[in-house]
């Protein structure tokens, strides 16, 4: 229960701040896609910093994550056609639509309900996957 309680707190905050940022808006991330408003590139290069300089110094400590007790470390997946292919599936569903997985669903919170239409093909993608691959390719 600690582990579900700790994954909605986080969610929470993520969705908040999606949502407080506008993030969740397809017309604002359409807008930064074309290159008219760069506001979510400077939020999006803040996210990275913040995010890239606690995993560092995590990952440089020797300490294990509180809900998996897996040290803190890069895990890598080579870089492969299907890791390329889906890069641009993602990409262009995310210049069609405006919404990634992560905004999408915090969308829902904002009211945009005509993004179930974008989730649904999310599933649709991540379902025809595991079938493609027989389950073979992690998801995590």
């Known amino acids: 229960m600690k582990k579900e309680l700790t994954v909605f707190i986080g969610a929470t905050i993520f969705g908040v701040g999606l949502a407080y940022s506008g993030m969740t808006k397809p017309e604002v991330?359409?807008?930064?896609?074309?290159?008219?408003?760069?506001?979510?590139?400077?939020?999006?290069?803040?996210?990275?910093?913040?995010?890239?300089?606690?995993?560092?110094?995590?990952?440089?400590?020797?300490?294990?994550?509180p809900l998996t007790h897996q040290k803190y470390?890069?895990?890598?997946?080579?870089?492969?056609?299907?890791?390329?292919?889906?890069?641009?599936?993602?990409?262009?569903?995310?210049?069609?639509?405006?919404?990634?997985?992560?905004?999408g669903f915090a969308s829902l919170g904002t009211g945009n309900f005509p993004v179930l239409i974008a989730i649904f093909g999310m599933m649709i993608g991540v379902t025809l996957l595991k079938v493609s691959t027989k389950g073979k390719y992690p998801l995590n």
Not at 39 to 64: D, N, Q, Y
Not at 88 to 100: K, Q, R, V
């Open 29 to 65: 991330v359409l807008s930064f896609l074309q290159l008219n408003d760069l506001g979510l590139l400077i939020l999006m290069g803040t996210a990275v910093l913040i995010s890239g300089l606690t995993f560092f110094f995590l990952s440089h400590s020797g300490k294990k994550a």
């Open 73 to 103: 470390g890069i895990r890598n997946y080579p870089l492969d056609k299907n890791i390329v292919i889906g890069a641009i599936i993602f990409g262009i569903g995310w210049g069609l639509s405006g919404i990634c997985p992560g905004a």
